[in-house]
Structures are given as structure tokens and as C-alpha cells.
């Protein structure tokens, strides 16, 4: 019996060992490599790259393409481009300035998990203690 207890003790405290391990090792690593493929995400849900390199391109143009005929055809067109291509400037740089904040947002929020995440584990030790204790907070009383 006594050498059951030891066996089982044994592989309590390596299984332990192996959980501490992961969390302070490869799953804080794992952690910040889906802050990085979230962020990633972020910049290809928005098209921030590719609203940088277009954003003065001709936003939904219609009509506006090859023209023949006078001048004033030829001038209410440069016009209709001209306004095209300053909604779309408008608009691009809106959902740059949306996806830098949405991505802002997240870079703050994934460096916050980051910090709490090795003191995780002390939490679930700290709050085990008080549940054996009887400690219970003030405002459930």
C-alpha cells in the first residue's frame, strides 16, 4: 500500500511538473503567436495594405471611363473622376484609421494576457487557500 501511495504522489507531482511547464514554456509561446496570427488577421480583414497602395484609385467608378465628345463631356468626366477618387480616399482612410484602432486595440489587450499569464497559476493556489481557510468576500455576505 505504501508503495501505491508513492507511485501515485509521484505521478501527481509530475503531472504537475509537466502542466507548470507547459504554461511557463510552450503555451506562453503558443500565446503570442496567436497574438501575432490575430494581428495578422486583423491587417488582412481590413486590406490595410492594399487601401495604402490604392488609396487614391477612383472609388466604384461607373461612368467615368473613356470619353468622346466636346470639351464640356470631356471636363464633366475629369470632374466625376476627380470626386471618385477623393470618396475613395476618404473612405479608404476611414477603414485604415478603424483597422489601426481595431489593431491597437488588440496589440493592448494581447500584451495585458501576456503579463497576466504567468501569474495565472498563483491565482488558482492563492484561491484554493482561501477556499480551505472559509475566506469569502465581503460583498456575498
Known amino acids: 500500500m505504501f508503495v501505491l501511495c508513492n507511485i501515485s504522489s509521484y505521478n501527481s507531482v509530475m ?45 466604384r467608378q461607373i461612368s467615368a471611363g473613356e470619353v468622346d465628345g466636346s470639351l464640356k463631356v470631356h471636363l464633366q468626366a475629369f470632374l466625376d473622376r476627380t470626386i471618385s477618387r477623393f470618396v475613395g ?37 492563492i484561491s484554493l487557500i482561501l477556499m480551505v481557510i472559509g475566506w469569502v468576500p465581503s460583498w456575498m455576505i
Request: aromatic fraction near 20%; glycine fraction near 8%; charged fraction near 5%.
Open 89 to 125: 480616399a476618404f473612405v479608404r482612410i476611414f477603414l485604415i484609421i478603424i483597422g489601426l484602432f481595431a489593431m491597437i486595440f488588440q496589440v493592448i489587450l494581447g500584451i495585458v494576457v501576456i503579463i497576466i499569464w504567468p501569474i495565472l497559476p498563483i491565482f488558482i493556489v
Open 15 to 59: 503531472f504537475l511538473v509537466g502542466i507548470l511547464s507547459w504554461w511557463y514554456g510552450n503555451g506562453w509561446s503558443a500565446r503570442i503567436q496567436i497574438m501575432k496570427r490575430q494581428l495578422l488577421s486583423s491587417a488582412d480583414f481590413f486590406s490595410i495594405g492594399l487601401l495604402f497602395s490604392t488609396i487614391f484609385a477612383p472609388y
